[in-house]
């Protein structure tokens, strides 16, 4: 069974610090996506970034990137130069075949 | 190019009636998706639908729960005698293909509050 772990319910940065957010997911797949989304307090789903799981080189996104480790089965997301408005709610998510499976979420707090 | 439209933004029903919860996909997708949100909790997959067909839906409770994709209009979850149980969060999305790598894109979904 594919599930999605977040093992960090709340994480909170300074404003211009760095902060990762952790993802761990179990798979039998070869062929897989991976997504982080952002949902803000207006509790839209917002795309981050996303990662091909057969390109060992890791996606950047601006200030977003992600440190993708396919044995490990990690893929952590990296928020550089933190802004008030990246406070919000991060899934990751895992997508194959027709479906997604979402972690349990991340909410992340930016301190000015 | 709008996105996914859902509506209504905000969905009050009383124990016993029927919710019906719209969705329209971003021009040119014709692939579905319903997920539910419940309080503190990730996005829970329901069903997935292409037009006029229900593609999977391993994630629909048995009962009281439906879902279509007409040939014309929008997608529809519709929730019979509902429940306080039900309350939640349910977002729609689409994508345009079934391709692993293309991302759902996703409404700002239909909060139901059931009193």
């Known amino acids: 069974a594919q599930t999605v772990t977040q093992s960090q319910p709340e994480m909170s940065v300074q404003e211009a610090e760095t902060v990762t957010l952790s993802c761990t997911y179990d798979t039998s797949e070869s062929n897989y996506y991976l997504f982080w989304y952002k949902q803000p307090p207006s509790r839209q789903m917002i795309l981050v970034i996303r990662?091909?799981?057969?390109?060992?080189q890791n996606a950047t996104e601006n200030r977003f990137s992600v440190n993708f480790q396919k044995a490990a089965k990690s893929f952590s997301l990296k928020i550089s130069d933190s802004q008030l408005g990246d406070t919000a709610m991060y899934f990751c998510?895992?997508?194959?075949?027709?479906?997604?499976?979402f972690g349990t979420g991340t909410s992340l707090t930016v301190i000015p | 190019n709008a996105g996914v439209m859902q509506n209504p933004r905000h969905l009050v029903r009383r124990r016993g009636q029927e919710a019906r919860l719209r969705c329209s996909p971003m021009?040119?997708?014709?692939?579905v998706y319903w997920y539910r949100q419940l309080p503190e909790e990730g996005l829970k997959f329901m069903v997935y639908?292409?037009?006029?067909?229900?593609?999977?839906e391993s994630g629909m409770p048995k009962e009281r729960f439906s879902a279509e994709f007409p040939k014309e209009g929008p997608s529809i979850l519709r929730i019979q005698q509902v429940v306080r149980g039900d309350s939640a969060a349910y977002f729609c999305a689409s994508s345009p293909g079934t391709k692993v790598y293309q991302p759902q894109h996703f409404g700002d979904g239909t909060r139901l509050s059931i009193l």
């Open positions: 021009k040119g997708h014709s692939h």
């Open positions: 998510a895992y997508g194959t075949g027709n479906q997604f499976y």
């Open positions: 639908l292409q037009k006029e067909n229900i593609i999977d």
């Open positions: 990662q091909e799981a057969y390109k060992q």
